[in-house]
């Protein structure tokens, strides 16, 4: 293979120096913007010559010379121009004289200069916008199931525009609690259910009324938590109005719910307040479901626990006195325990449960 040798130079040091800063500063590799110009060339030259695939740009990447060629099949009888020559050109101009053979013909267009650093231009700008891009969905996609600090922007619609640091997000109307109103520049703590990446940056989901948010605020919280000694084991959420976290202690040392209220009740005052004096139930998990499930209607007191494992049901006996303040109002105490517990709970006063 032998190629005709150039006379015309492109060289443009200046665009080699640029990527170069470029790369320092966006912490961008040059080969992949070099890359990538290059790939933009080639498309540019292939609908000049046809869409051919035998078309190449070289690229010198210490003078910033662009060079394209197009390799053709020397042949006896020429059927298509863009991919063959005929073998007496070929013998005459470039002195092949086997058949079958590939002659690369340099092709570079005079004004492919102008055109490279056009084309160098907008193919820096696109790639640092997506390699800005990246860096912004990786940066968020590591708060993904976590909560973070934002800054309430305004209110429009029904939802709130938050901003985030380096992006702006929409809490919706479906992810705010009903009671809680917010004023511009308002600092909240939000938990983020997902980080989406599309073209135009990453898309942040961000939720308040989220049972992990509880979870997350209380790891935040308590550093027996943060240490591993204390584990939240589950959490039920009526967002605004009441929550229940069931926590356990690897150390029988350590009293997994004293460590969550923390001294004169700091832990849990702190974790209130941000949930905007929403009510919090702090119970001890317990392997046994019968006894897990007594801990999980507290502050009422119980009777006793019958528990169906299989049916995940279970049949609750209270005090007489005791049955409203165990089912709560409008049921949620009961509901929040059986979400907790992932039983279905039925519950009945000393004397239903005597009459049968």
């Known amino acids: 293979m032998r190629a005709k040798n150039s006379k015309t130079t492109n060289g443009n040091p200046e665009l080699i120096e640029a990527l170069e800063a470029i790369a320092r500063e966006k912490d961008i590799s040059k080969e992949v913007l070099l890359e990538a110009i290059q790939n933009s060339l080639l498309a540019a030259c292939k609908d000049q010559f046809g869409k051919s695939d035998n078309v190449r740009v070289i690229l010198d990447e210490t003078t910033g010379e662009f060079h394209v060629y197009q390799d053709k099949i020397v042949v006896e009888e020429v059927l298509d121009d863009t991919l063959e020559i005929a073998l007496a050109e070929a013998e005459a101009r470039y002195g092949v004289t086997d058949l079958g053979a590939t002659v690369s013909i340099e092709v570079t267009p005079k004004n492919f200069g102008r055109i490279s650093a056009q084309k160098a231009k907008q193919v820096v700008v696109q790639k640092i916008r997506e390699e800005e891009r990246k860096v912004l969905y990786d940066q968020y996609y590591t708060k993904e199931k976590d909560i973070i600090t934002g800054t309430v922007q305004r209110y429009s619609n029904g939802n709130y525009t938050v901003n985030l640091g380096k992006i702006d997000t929409v809490l919706t109307e479906q992810e705010q609690v009903k009671t809680e109103h917010f004023r511009s520049h308002e600092k909240i703590r939000v938990y983020v259910t997902e980080v989406k990446d599309t073209p135009r940056g990453p898309r942040i989901v961000i939720s308040r009324t989220h049972p992990e948010l509880v979870k997350r605020l209380f790891e935040a919280e308590v550093a027996e938590i943060q240490s591993g000694v204390v584990e939240i084991k589950s959490v039920s959420r009526e967002a605004g109005s009441r929550s229940k976290i069931a926590v356990y202690s690897q150390n029988p040392d350590v009293d997994a719910v004293g460590a969550c209220v923390g001294m004169n009740g700091a832990r849990v005052n702190a974790v209130v307040n941000e949930l905007r004096g929403e009510k919090i139930d702090i119970v001890e998990w317990n392997e046994n479901p019968a006894i897990f499930i007594e801990h999980a209607l507290s502050p009422s007191r119980v009777v006793s626990v019958t528990v169906d494992i299989e049916e995940k049901s279970a049949l609750v006996v209270v ?19 059986a979400k907790l517990t992932g039983y279905k709970i039925d519950i009945k006063s000393e004397t239903q449960n005597q009459e049968g």
């Open 319 to 337: 005090p007489d006195y005791q049955l409203s303040l165990a089912i709560g109002k409008e049921g949620q105490n009961a509901r929040l325990a």
